[in-house]
């Protein structure tokens, strides 16, 4: 577990839907939740790039995390919003299907990631939250967006 991640051995998430599972980012990276409205599309965007929106004078890509995780063809409804990111100095936006609430996570809530042999990417995996019943995917934000297939925020040389 990253503890750079956590503060005071607690880690914020906001947590957020994406068909039928449940995701978690750090909540200090969220600037604000708005509801979905069109976008404007740039030509030769990858697919999960759905385009950009104009908050207040700040050009915004817009990323649609279901077609990033191939979990089916998205529907945009009353529900649909999009996570205003802070990442790296740079304001993205991320579709979810809904969001549900923030939650609190102690270390011992959170195991690691299983290591899936290849199959699956799960590099920008932080582990899996659990709270009660709830299994929440916790998904490093800043790795994911500023990795290679994503396109949307320039790596940060090393």
Excluded: C, W
């Amino acid at each position: 577990m990253d503890n750079t991640l956590m503060n005071d051995g607690v880690l914020e998430a906001l947590a957020f839907k994406l068909g039928n599972e449940e995701y978690g980012i750090k909540i200090l990276k969220v600037q604000e939740i708005r509801g979905y409205e069109s976008v404007t599309r740039i030509a030769s965007a990858p697919e999960h790039v759905k385009g950009v929106v104009n908050l207040r004078g700040t050009i915004v890509p817009i990323v649609d995390m279901r077609i990033k995780f191939k979990l089916g063809e998205p529907t945009y409804n009353q529900f649909t919003v999009v996570i205003i990111l802070n990442i790296q100095d740079r304001v993205v936006g991320m579709v979810v299907d809904s969001v549900s609430d923030v939650i609190s996570l102690t270390a011992d809530q959170i195991k690691p990631a299983p290591d899936m042999g290849g199959a699956l990417n799960t590099d920008y995996l932080v582990g899996l939250g659990t709270v009660d019943e709830r299994m929440i995917i916790l998904v490093d934000i800043d790795r994911l967006m500023s990795s290679e297939e994503m396109g949307v925020i320039d790596t940060v040389a090393a």
